[in-house]
């Protein structure tokens, strides 16, 4: 069960990754927060609208379309998520997707260390690849994981090193990292301690350097890593509203030596402060953590946070029950050979 001193004034939506859900945050009618949860097997890249939920799981990308009208509930919900369409694409380790302005689905497959969309046909269409990776094979080489869409389009995106050889890049982790601009295909940053969770919002380049437990941003022009907020925890997931980032935090993985021998070791030490699971609301003008929620029980880990606009309390039908199979939702009759004239 979630404690919190986090006000929800919009709500969200975070997959968790190891313990496989998708939880959707709201409020409830008390002004209290309301948590739903659905089982999707490794829960991990995540894009919303008010209308519409992307979410990658192990072996598929599920669209979950809300099918309920303004001012109708279900339950005491004001928006039901419905998983509509499936994309079955193998486990091509899908970490970041958004949509484009075209409408397309682009998503970074850690596998194949590239970007890709969705295939007709195939498990996916490779789109772009680093230029240090030699060849579309399906090694972790440089652990490509976060992107960035700047005006509707995809511009950033963040590796834990320039490894090219399978897993060369849990030997560079504690500083590796780097930011890559997909125009000039150029390196804009290096040094970073296995950074993810690229995002453009107020004309800076925000992101975390996820291996030393802190949000902040990019200078864009310099390539220096400005740390805004030290956060404790090994960092994933990054949303922004109005003044405020809110940002994900994950606990170690026990003795899964990915999450080891890095600097957030040291900083947790130095400020006596131990890890937890959750999210942290962060001022940008200060840089002050004005809010957090903390997680815990089985869920340890998040990969993301999207925030839901104008949503009070939603949820969401998994495929755990049989409520799918029962809840039937119309579209309004249509002519079944069109408008005679």
């Not at 890593?225 to 935090?249: H, K, S």
């Not at 957090?292 to 946070?305: N, P, S």
Request: hydrophobic letters at 40%; aromatic letters at 10%; one cysteine or more.
């Amino acid at each position: 069960m979630p404690s919190s001193r986090w006000i929800v004034a919009e709500r969200g939506a975070v997959p968790t990754y190891q313990s496989s859900r998708l939880l959707l945050l709201g409020a409830s009618p008390t002004g209290k927060i309301s948590g739903f949860e659905r089982m999707f097997e490794r829960a991990m890249g995540l894009f919303t609208t008010t209308e519409r939920l992307y979410l990658s799981s192990k072996y598929q990308i599920w669209q979950l379309d809300n099918v309920l009208q303004p001012g109708q509930d279900y339950n005491g919900y004001d928006k039901l998520y419905v998983p509509r369409v499936g994309y079955t694409t193998g486990d091509l380790d899908i970490h970041d997707l958004v949509i484009d302005q075209q409408g397309r689905l682009v998503f970074v497959s850690s596998l194949l260390n590239c970007l890709a969309t969705v295939s007709p046909r195939h498990s996916c269409t490779p789109l772009w690849k680093p230029p240090f990776i030699s060849k579309l094979v399906n090694e972790d080489r440089c652990h490509l994981n976060g992107l960035a869409l700047e005006a509707g389009q995809p511009r950033y995106v963040t590796a834990c090193s320039r490894s090219d050889v399978i897993d060369g890049w849990r030997d560079r982790r504690r500083e590796g990292g780097c930011v890559i601009d997909l125009h000039s295909e150029e390196i804009m940053a290096e040094g970073l301690s296995m950074p993810h969770s690229p995002r453009c919002y107020q004309d800076q380049l925000w992101l975390l350097n996820s291996g030393q437990g802190e949000f902040g941003y990019l200078d864009r022009a310099s390539g220096r890593f400005e740390a805004v907020t030290f956060c404790p925890g090994y960092l994933r997931g990054l949303a922004f509203w109005q003044q405020y980032a809110i940002v994900g935090l994950s606990k170690p993985r026990g003795d899964d030596k990915t999450f080891a021998g890095l600097a957030l070791d040291e900083m947790l030490m130095a400020k006596q402060a131990d890890p937890f699971c959750g999210v942290m609301v962060i001022d940008l003008q200060s840089g002050t953590v004005v809010h957090w929620l903390r997680l815990e029980g089985v869920v340890t880990e998040l990969y993301d946070v999207q925030i839901l606009p104008k949503v009070q309390r939603p949820m969401a039908l998994g495929f755990q029950t049989d409520e799918i199979a029962r809840l039937l939702t119309l579209d309004p009759m249509e002519p079944l050979f069109g408008e005679t004239v």
